[in-house]
């Protein structure tokens, strides 16, 4: 089955700075790849998604690039804000159904007024 | 738009208790889904609900979970007996169907069991 890793599992920035969190797949033929960030005492809230068929995606302050050849994809803040601090989740589906999807483990971002 | 709510928000139980969990998905929401979600992973899918009828319960420890969603929109999420490995929050989404359409998470129910 799908396996996704998801890199660093904490990271610190000032306000300001980029952040960037980095994610690799074993499934070749997944091709739905959501971000979703979860603040404290809440459940996950969905932030930016890609589909295999695009390279990169852009809302604002936040993008995902996707590298299917190497099965990696990135989400990329620009100009964090201390409310951008939460745990960050990659995860990768393949089915075009959620029920295969698989979350990464997590990524504690903290910004730093 | 009212989100996905769910109750409790906190449960403390011993081992061998049993312990429900109890969601209301959003309205018009055909797709429901628990999650189980141990401190320091990712969300794990426990069941899938399409309507009232199960698309997918494949990591769902049947030996000791049960869920049902009988009328097509609340679900309930049963635990007997509980194991200290339950210890986690349990998450509810919804979605508008089944195909990679956005989920909606509730606030989840953090159980813990002694």
């Known amino acids: 089955g799908e396996n996704v890793e998801q890199h660093p599992s904490t990271l610190s920035v000032q306000e300001g700075d980029s952040a960037v969190i980095k994610c690799t797949y074993s499934?070749?033929?997944?091709?739905?790849f959501p971000w979703y960030k979860q603040e404290l005492g809440k459940g996950p809230q969905l932030i930016i998604d890609?589909?295999?068929?695009?390279g990169e995606k852009k809302d604002q302050r936040i993008a995902v690039t996707l590298n299917k050849t190497a099965k990696h994809f990135s989400l990329h803040i620009t100009e964090t804000q201390p409310e951008d601090s939460a745990v960050y989740f990659c995860?990768?589906?393949?089915?075009?159904?959620?029920?295969?999807?698989?979350f990464g483990a997590g990524t504690r971002l903290t910004v730093k007024p | 738009e009212a989100g996905v709510a769910q109750s409790p928000r906190y449960k403390i139980i011993e081992k061998r208790q049993s312990v429900a969990f109890w969601c209301n998905p959003i309205s018009g929401h055909a797709t429901l889904y628990w999650y189980q979600q141990i401190l320091g992973q990712g969300p794990k899918l426990l069941i899938q609900f399409q309507n009232n009828g199960v698309v997918d319960d494949s990591q769902l420890p049947k030996d000791r979970f049960s869920a049902e969603r009988l009328k097509g929109v609340d679900s309930t999420l049963k635990i007997q007996p509980a194991k200290l490995e339950d210890s986690a929050v349990y998450l509810c989404?919804?979605?508008?169907?089944?195909?990679?359409?956005?989920?909606?998470f509730g606030p989840g129910t953090r159980l813990t069991v002694t």
């Open positions: 499934d070749s033929a997944s091709n739905y």
């Open positions: 890609i589909r295999s068929n695009v």
């Open positions: 995860a990768a589906s393949r089915s075009g159904n959620n029920n295969d999807m698989r």
């Open positions: 989404a919804s979605s508008l169907s089944s195909g990679n359409y956005e989920q909606y």
